[in-house]
């Protein structure tokens, strides 16, 4: 372990410059095979992590690879208490994920059997002082399939006030899909009995985004329909996004009623549905076209949750002047040059991600979005061989590129009008390389509800921290940005995240002014991961990472205290 001595000189002079105070603790390093760091949980005793590694399964006939974990906690001075792994208790079953419930963490599992096509979910509590497991495994659940070719997946969330686990289920077949909502309570307990959904969807079209969960007991499936692009095959990288379906169910799994989403002559591209006190909120990005290839304006709605009655609808237009231009770390002029024709002026690309909704002093919502896209590139190239006799050969790579673009920070007041919206400009690529993976997805890439999203990317994105009366937002991003705050300046891209510092937006909830400080610099420490970070109070745990080709990662955990 190395004690990061000379960040506390760097760090003085930018902690000058802002109300937070930052401070790191030691170097430690990653297990080798280690792919993901995370954050799982924080409190007053100190901070939990999982660092996610795969276990070969060694034997004659046998080359199957199987997840496991490695818990690791810090103390309140991010000095190393434990490390452990649970290899040897997830022997015969896989590892699915650290879970909190309230302030007991849990360990899930899973184990398929075979002989009667049922997956069974496992859960076994954590003694967080220890980081040994409690007691023996519980099972909780088990799906099983009525055909042989259904694929099940789950997902587990809790209710709107954290006092209830909600268990998902999908069975998704040749021509329908299949959902049973399961309830349980802190102690992983079955309440009632499941609610069980079908729609008439074919399931290659149609992916689940999002389930809300009422406090009347209703539920509300978000469903993404898609389209195969005209003229090319029936492939998942044709696909096309043509819709939303947003439909209210009961308990008893009765659609009470299906929600318009083409309104007024607008047609969503993105949205996110939540609770809202005894209110559902629909937040959407809309486009004037059907085709959607556009985002024109932002909507907001509020609804009735117990019939989906529109309570409430607001919109704002949206136009280019808000296109941030940009040039990469080189310097090279990437900028696109935008049609000046005012009766042809396009839309901003639809790639605008809501990220997350905070309660404002004067009861408005402050509703905070990204541009975002992730793809896919593969990359071959051919190395001939030596000698007369010798034989080429190809390489294949694959890698996903990440581009987290300008943030989007907007106010809804209670009345229901949206006070104000800014742009605040930001350009960061991160292109990690994945070898000869399946595409994780194409253009926006939405993570689906039951989809098992992993840390990528690391470095790039931003989070936020709600005060008293002020939303700190954090990002890592080149220093010629410093003085950067709305659009009408050009901007440069970040690729190189080593380099840069990390800034803090202080946004004021109800009047929306805002202002920019670097806070530290990057080029002192693992390079900081923002977006990873995890919320306690008025605090951001952060971790910082270096990947090394030939030795093991390098990591730090700091902590960004706001004065609010």
Not at 427 to 450: D, L, N, R, Y
Request: charged share 30%; aromatic share 10%.
């Amino acid at each position: 372990m190395k004690p990061l001595l000379t960040l506390t000189l760097a760090l003085t002079s930018f902690a000058a410059l802002s109300q937070s105070k930052v401070s790191w603790g030691e170097e430690f390093k990653m297990h080798r095979s280690s792919t993901d760091l995370s954050i799982v949980y924080t409190d007053k005793s100190g901070v939990y992590m999982e660092e996610s590694h795969d276990i070969a399964k060694v034997g004659l006939f046998s080359g199957r690879v199987r997840k496991s974990s490695i818990l690791v906690k810090l103390d309140a001075n991010m000095a190393e208490q434990y490390r452990n792994d649970f290899d040897k208790e997830l022997k015969g079953k896989d590892f699915d994920r650290l879970f909190l419930i309230r302030d007991r963490l849990y360990l899930f599992a899973t184990d398929f059997t075979k002989k009667d096509n049922t997956l069974h979910l496992y859960a076994a509590e954590i003694d967080k002082g220890s980081g040994n497991l409690k007691g023996d495994w519980q099972e909780i659940y088990a799906w099983q399939k009525n055909d042989k070719k259904e694929e099940i997946d789950y997902n587990i969330t809790l209710n709107e006030d954290s006092s209830k686990v909600v268990l998902t289920g999908t069975y998704t077949g040749k021509e329908q899909n299949r959902y049973e909502i399961k309830m349980m309570d802190a102690n992983l307990k079955l309440i009632g009995k499941p609610l069980n959904i079908s729609n008439e969807f074919d399931p290659k079209t149609f992916q689940v985004q999002d389930f809300v969960y009422t406090t009347s007991g209703n539920a509300i499936l978000i469903g993404r329909i898609y389209t195969y692009e005209e003229g090319k095959k029936k492939k998942d990288k044709f696909l096309l996004f043509s819709n939303y379906s947003i439909r209210i169910y009961d308990l008893q799994g009765k659609m009470v009623k299906e929600l318009s989403t083409d309104i007024d002559g607008k047609f969503l591209v993105t949205g996110k549905m939540f609770q809202l006190k005894n209110e559902l909120v629909l937040a959407a990005f809309y486009s004037n076209e059907k085709k959607r290839k556009e985002i024109n304006g932002m909507l907001v709605q509020r609804f009735d949750p117990a019939t989906g009655k529109v309570l409430m609808t607001a919109k704002k237009d949206l136009n280019t002047s808000l296109i941030s231009e940009v040039e990469d770390d080189d310097g090279d002029d990437k900028k696109k040059k935008k049609d000046k024709d005012d009766d042809n002026e396009e839309g901003l690309t639809a790639n605008l991600v809501f990220r997350n909704f905070y309660i404002a002093p004067d009861n408005g919502l402050v509703i905070l979005a990204e541009k975002y896209s992730r793809r896919l590139i593969e990359t071959s190239s051919y190395s001939p061989g030596f000698g007369p006799n010798a034989v080429g050969t190809w390489s294949h790579n694959t890698y996903v590129r990440y581009d987290c673009g300008d943030i989007y920070m907007s106010k809804v007041s209670a009345a229901g009008n949206i006070d104000w919206l800014h742009v605040l400009p930001k350009s960061q690529v991160e292109t990690i390389q994945i070898g000869h993976a399946s595409s994780p997805g194409m253009g926006v890439g939405f993570w689906g509800f039951f989809d098992r999203a992993d840390g990528r990317p690391f470095y790039a994105g931003f989070s936020s921290l709600a005060g008293k009366g002020t939303i700190h937002l954090f990002f890592n991003d080149n220093d010629k940005n410093a003085d950067v705050l709305q659009p009408g300046t050009k901007i440069k891209q970040v690729t190189r995240f080593g380099i840069t510092s990390c800034y803090q937006v202080n946004l004021d909830m109800v009047t929306g002014k805002y202002t920019r400080k670097a806070i530290f610099s990057n080029k002192d420490i693992p390079t900081s991961m923002p977006r990873l970070g995890s919320v306690m109070n008025n605090t951001l745990w952060v971790t910082g990472k270096d990947d090394r080709t030939f030795a093991k990662s390098k990591i730090a955990v700091g902590k960004i205290v706001c004065a609010d």
